[in-house]
């Protein structure tokens, strides 16, 4: 990149002051009056919080600096259709607030789904309106260079980004109206219904209606900044419609297309002072909002999971929290390492949904048969969840690391300053470019020469947690047959761990026959702990 375009020490300042205030918030409930001496104040946050920083807090924790700069760049390179998710997403949220949000009230389970801290809810609330703040920011530049809104559209137009809806039943097209519509609706259950950083977000409020308002709402927020970041690949696609970064790395200096906001920010907002440290500290906030909500789940998990378990004598309210403070400082230690494992792969969001969906299908089923059925036993849940976790870890390993690469929609190279004889993987172009008059025009994305990557290998990433979903439950429902589980309940009528949707089954139907089975035994409790342990892999 041109040597040129450095921070300057306002956007240093700026940046500082970012981390500086997400931590005087974090210290402000610290050493205030409203100190968290007991695990109830320090995990559930009182369990007396507002709705809005809860909705703030679960809209950044589910969208990271990954939406920020990947979304955009999706768009760029694939066209609209992921917006679509928007609406299934949605769907399912609704339906995790009606289905799963009452079980977790109902049991008043212990740590690892209980409330969240204070000072993180709150600094989300600080670092979502830097979120939305950046987007806007960009945005506005952004349109403005393209040539407004009838130009942005145009050029999407001829540039094939606007064909949203593709209905094809291929499972190796990245993007398809199917495949967005399973993927919302089993994703947003997964991820709220089942994911440690979520619903320790939702019991932090007092009553179930509170709770299922905050998740419902949170909708709003998460389709609206999605939305954003899909608008903004169409921007920068107007702006780059002529030389795409990419190809003309040699000037532009990067490796990978989820570098090009950081490179529009640098190199096109430069000149006014503070801008680009703005939003830079934007795309940080969201990174530490997610890490921030990472850090005190985790510690959650571990402290009431495993450290408790294994002390012979009972911790009091004081050590477990500061056990579960220095637990927070040393995952995050093992956080910046894993970011700088992650820094090399192509697309940040293929891979963060390809690695979540490895868990989020076999989770979300476990759930289902615990809370909606009666017969999911031990044996089975475990037999169902082995199944599940070897297909969708085998399919995520290969479609990650086979180095197969979906096709794009066409860039072009025409403008680019500097003389391009395309190599590239993204393109396979005979034109040799002497100078800008003679560059070959549009370039059309191909697979690189490769031996062909196994079928599975090759479908797209949004169907891993549909198909561990599937199999799943497939597996476990087999083994309730072959095991002959059908035959009796395991789970007595009057649970608390079941569904309301259950429960109104229950009383609706003739066979009211309340089954008393020792609480170790039913599906959710017995596989509680292997439960917290696999959501410490998810986050």
């Known amino acids: 990149m041109d040597p040129y375009y450095h921070l300057g020490w306002i956007d240093y300042v700026i940046i500082g002051l970012t981390l500086l205030i997400s931590t005087a918030i974090g210290l402000k409930f610290q050493f ?29 924790t589910m969208l990271s600096a990954v939406t920020l700069l990947g979304i955009p760049m999706e768009t760029y390179r694939f066209g609209m259709k992921f917006a679509l998710i928007v609406i299934p997403f949605s ?21 690892t789904y209980e ?3 204070k000072g993180v809810l709150w600094t989300d609330v600080f670092q979502s309106g830097l979120m939305f703040l950046c987007l806007i920011v960009v945005y506005v530049f952004s349109a403005q260079e393209a040539g407004g809104v009838v130009n942005i559209y145009k050029t999407s137009v ?26 919302g609706i089993v994703g947003s259950m997964a991820f709220y219904g089942t994911s440690q950083v979520e619903v320790q977000r939702l019991l932090s409020l007092s009553t179930i209606k509170r709770a299922q308002w905050a998740l419902c709402l949170s909708a709003l927020p998460v389709s609206i900044l999605c939305l954003m970041c899909n608008i903004l690949g169409l921007v920068l696609f107007t702006i780059f419609k002529d030389c795409d970064p990419m190809l003309d790395k040699a000037h532009t200096g990067i490796t990978k297309y989820d570098q090009v906001i950081p490179y529009y920010i640098v190199t096109r907002l430069h000149s006014i002072p ?40 009972k911790l009091n309210d004081t050590r477990v929290v500061y056990i579960a403070k220095v637990l927070s400082i040393l995952f995050g230690m093992l956080c910046v390492c894993f970011a700088f494992a992650i820094s090399k792969v192509d697309s940040l969001v293929a891979v963060n949904n390809a690695l979540i969906g490895i868990t989020e ?12 059925t009666r017969k999911g036993s031990q044996r089975c849940i475990l037999f169902g969840l082995i199944v599940g976790f070897a297909l969708t870890g085998w399919i995520g390993y290969g479609i990650v690391f086979s180095g197969y690469r979906s096709p794009s929609l066409p860039v072009e190279s025409s403008g680019c300053a500097s003389a391009l004889n395309s190599t590239s993987i ?31 290998y090759k479908i ?27 035959r009796h309940n395991v789970i007595p009528a009057n649970s608390k761990c079941l569904s309301p949707v259950t429960k109104l089954w229950i009383r609706s139907s003739r066979f009211y026959e309340p089954c008393i089975i020792p609480e170790e035994q039913t599906a959710l409790t017995s596989m509680k702990g292997f439960e917290r342990t696999i959501d410490v892999i998810k986050i």
């Open 32 to 60: 205030s009056g409203d100190r968290q001496r007991t695990t109830r104040e320090y995990l559930l946050a009182g369990k007396n919080m507002s709705i809005f920083p809860v909705v703030m807090s679960i809209t950044v």
């Open 91 to 111: 769907i399912g949220t609704v339906l995790t607030a009606v289905i799963i949000t009452p079980v977790y009230f109902n049991c008043r389970v212990s740590t």
């Open 115 to 117: 409330g969240g801290l």
């Open 158 to 183: 001829e540039g094939q980004r606007l064909d949203i809806l593709d209905f094809s039943t291929d499972f190796t097209e990245r993007y398809t109206v199917l495949n967005l519509m399973v993927k």
């Open 274 to 313: 503070g801008l680009t440290g703005l939003c830079i500290a934007g795309i940080f906030s969201g990174s530490l909002s997610t890490i921030s909500s990472a850090l005190n789940s985790l510690s959650a998990v571990t402290v009431n999971d495993f450290i408790k378990p294994l002390c012979k004598t």
């Open 361 to 372: 299908g076999p989770m979300l089923a476990i759930y289902l048969i615990g809370i909606l």
């Open 426 to 456: 993204f393109q396979n172009s005979t034109a040799a470019c002497i100078g800008i008059e003679q560059c070959a025009t549009t370039i059309k994305p191909v697979i690189p020469a490769r031996n062909d990557p196994f079928i599975l």
């Open 460 to 486: 797209s990433f949004v169907w891993i947690a549909p198909i561990g979903l599937f199999f799943t439950l497939s597996a476990i429902l087999l083994a309730i047959l072959f095991t002959g589980s059908w």
